[in-house]
């Protein structure tokens, strides 16, 4: 993690109180070890390999248990899944061969300027990380896969990228201040939110985080003629992973409660892309 990047951080927990920050090794600039302390709600979130893990509270436990409740349970699942299939999610031939597609539909989508500070919202293992680094001045990458955030740095260290930081995250309560980013995206994560209140949290965190008029990219399965022919719109990949798959209309109206909608395509197969731009003026 930059150094610098502490000063952008915010407790997930929400509660208000100042940051503290412990260095125990650092080279270039860059922290490997240490902590981050809140003093409002004594969390200790740790700084380890570079990567900081910041996770809110019902997040922290490993183990599920009968006291959580169903939209934790899933999440929880869901992340013991990612971390589970890191080494071998980049092996996938299907989606490398639409990542050839997706990437640079994407990337033209986020018209990313060479002073715009980014945030991805669910990198998972980097496949789009490292491609969106060079175009931006700097940027953040949160996904809540210790696992595949781990894969992600090695190729970001491969390749001699060192604008991004990963923190290990939940979308649904970003550890970031607002009014940060000049452009944000998110691919194919917003449909793996176990709940409707939820989904809207996760929008209302990207509204939130980004600065007035930016630009942000969304895109979430669709519910395609194919799809209701042969799957169903709600259910549980093999893996345990819950999904949810939109019809246009329905994620219009999600996004619109926080952000300005300005078209959602359908171009690619399995997703819709939304392109939105922050509200400018919108309380936060």
């Known amino acids: 993690m930059r150094q610098e990047t502490f000063k952008l951080l915010r407790c997930p927990n929400n509660c208000g109180d100042a940051l503290q920050m412990e260095t125990l090794e650092a080279k270039d600039g860059r922290i490997l070890r240490g902590f981050i302390h809140c003093g409002g709600c004594a969390s200790r979130f740790p700084i380890e390999e570079g990567i900081l893990r910041m996770m809110p509270k019902h997040l922290h436990v490993q183990q599920v248990t009968p006291e959580h409740?169903?939209?934790?349970?899933?999440?929880?699942?869901?992340?013991?899944?990612?971390?589970?299939e890191a080494d071998d999610y980049d092996k996938m031939k299907n989606l490398r061969l639409f990542g050839k597609i997706e990437i640079p539909y994407t990337l033209k989508q986020m018209k990313l300027r060479p002073n715009h500070v980014l945030l991805e919202a669910g990198c998972g293992t980097g496949r789009m990380t490292r491609v969106f680094a060079p175009k931006c001045k700097s940027m953040i990458a949160v996904?809540?896969?210790?696992?595949?955030?781990?894969?992600?740095?090695?190729?970001?260290?491969?390749?001699?990228?060192?604008?991004?930081?990963l923190i290990q995250a939940d979308n649904c309560a970003m550890p970031l201040l607002s009014d940060i980013f000049?452009?944000?995206?998110?691919?194919?994560?917003?449909?793996?939110?176990?709940?409707?209140?939820?989904?809207a949290m996760m929008v209302s965190e990207m509204a939130r985080t980004s600065k007035p008029k930016a630009t942000v990219i969304i895109s979430a399965y669709k519910h395609s003629?194919?799809?209701?022919?042969?799957?169903?719109?709600?259910?549980?990949?093999?893996?345990?992973?819950?999904?949810?798959?939109f019809h246009k209309t329905e994620l219009h109206k999600l996004l619109s409660e926080h952000l300005d909608v300005d078209g959602v395509s359908g171009v690619l197969m399995y997703y819709f892309t939304a392109r939105c731009k922050r509200r400018p003026g919108r309380n936060l």
């Open 69 to 84: 409740d169903e939209a934790t349970r899933r999440q929880k699942i869901e992340m013991a899944a990612r971390d589970n």
């Open 143 to 165: 996904d809540f896969s210790v696992e595949s955030l781990k894969r992600c740095q090695r190729k970001l260290e491969r390749d001699g990228i060192k604008n991004v930081d």
């Open 182 to 199: 000049d452009a944000e995206v998110s691919c194919g994560v917003l449909e793996h939110i176990p709940t409707p209140a939820g989904r």
């Open 225 to 245: 003629l194919y799809t209701r022919l042969f799957d169903r719109k709600e259910g549980e990949h093999p893996t345990g992973i819950y999904y949810f798959r």
